[in-house]
């Protein structure tokens, strides 16, 4: 936001300052983002092992206090996705120190559900349930990665054009 009204200020005023400075600050951001983007792609392997390893250790943060949003999105996932654990149901009985899941891996919910035998749980990973989901989406968000950059390479242009514009006026009126 700051970025763009620094841009929308610079236009305005036709001040070269505030148009060079949307136009750097707005290159550093889409390098940044082709980056990260480049570097995802290159370590995927590692970055699903970490992420696996850090979700089962927010796994022992459900239903803490002061992690509602953590336990309220475990829970939605679980339901919403029909799976239960990182890897497997049986990641929960590290959290609870017994055989139980929470009430959103069950498959017919219930009150203590997740008490019952393994078998009125869903037995899908959530870690490849949703990567699996994602995949399954990737066009949608390599659209919307597409369309932003386009926007972004067309702020560089717009700037860039109207600071050589601006430059030039100032030296016909020299």
Known sequence: MAIGFVGCIGAIKEN??????????????FLLEATITILFFAYTDKIDRYAQRDLKKGLHLYGTPG?????????IIQTDFRCCGVSNYTDWFEVYNATRVPDSCCLEFSDSCGLHAPGTWWKAPCYETVKMWL???LLAVGI?????????????????????QVVKADTYCA
């Not at 992690?67 to 829970?75: E, F, I, K, M, R």
């Open 16 to 29: 070269k300052c505030l148009l060079l400075t949307f136009f750097v600050l707005l290159l550093l951001v």
């Open 135 to 137: 995949q399954e989406n």
């Open 144 to 164: 919307f990665g597409l369309c932003t950059a386009l926007v972004q390479i067309l702020g560089l242009t717009f700037a860039m054009t109207m600071y050589c």
């Open 67 to 75: 992690n509602v949003g953590l336990t309220n999105a475990w829970s």
